[in-house]
């Protein structure tokens, strides 16, 4: 099998660092790109996109497979089937210290030209990366660098921006 034909590191990635995660006791985030072959509750899409807890006290029958992530949640009492193609994750992340993973955002952003990937939840780090629409789709882009000062204190709040002399966080491109 040549390059070309192998199948996208993207899943195993995403079960990668779901499990370092939940194995160091923190909360996995997937943000979404959504579209129409994206199954969640439209009223909490923002600006296109959709922040996800996947923990496992968050969902049920959770299966990260190779083509879609699928589980059950609750969202404001209600029970949803969710179901997300795995090609339009854009990151998954811990909740309390934004440390991830970023991907290129999916193909049909990229045929629109100057396309930027920016996460959708303040809780981590909201610096846009340009994408290069030749580029591969396999390419990876990690979350590097948080301020320990800057976390919250438990709660979903977005955290201000760091003091003056404070580290923020960067996207670190892996090629």
Same mark, same amino acid.
């Given at each position: ?5 192998? %199948?996208?590191?993207?899943? *195993? /990635?995403?079960? =990668? &660092? *779901?499990?370092?995660? %939940? ?5 996995? *985030?997937? =943000?979404?790109?959504? @579209?129409? !072959? ?5 009223? *909490? ?6 922040? /996800? ?8 029958? /959770? ?6 992530? $699928? ?7 209600? #029970? ?13 992340y +811990? ?5 991830g993973m970023?991907? #290129?955002p999916p193909?049909?952003? &990229? =045929?629109?030209? @100057? =396309? %930027?990937? +920016? /996460?959708a939840?303040a !809780?981590?780090?909201? $610096?846009p990366?340009a994408?290069?629409p030749?580029s591969? $789709?396999?390419?990876?882009?990690? &979350? ?6 800057n976390k919250?204190?438990?709660g ?5 921006p760091?003091?003056?002399?404070g580290?923020r966080?960067a996207?670190?491109r892996?090629?």
């Open positions: 099998m040549t390059a070309p034909e192998s %199948t996208s590191t993207r899943p *195993y /990635l995403i079960r =990668a &660092l *779901y499990e370092w995660c %939940t194995d160091n006791g923190l909360t996995p *985030y997937v =943000a979404v790109r959504v @579209d129409d !072959s994206v199954q969640v509750p439209r009223e *909490y899409v923002k600006d296109g996109e959709i922040v /996800l807890n996947i923990s496992f006290d968050a969902t049920s029958a /959770l299966q990260l497979g190779n083509d879609f992530i $699928e589980f059950k949640a609750r969202f404001g009492g209600k #029970p949803r089937e969710i179901l997300v193609p795995v090609g339009r994750v854009i990151a998954i +811990a909740r309390e210290n934004g440390q970023a991907f #290129p193909v049909d952003m &990229l =045929a629109g030209g @100057d =396309a %930027t990937v +920016a /996460l939840d !809780s981590a780090p909201s $610096e990366m994408v290069d030749e591969s $789709e396999d390419r990876v882009v990690q &979350l590097v660098g948080v301020d320990e000062g919250d204190a438990g979903d709040a977005p955290r201000p760091p003091a003056s002399g580290t966080p996207l670190k892996v090629k």
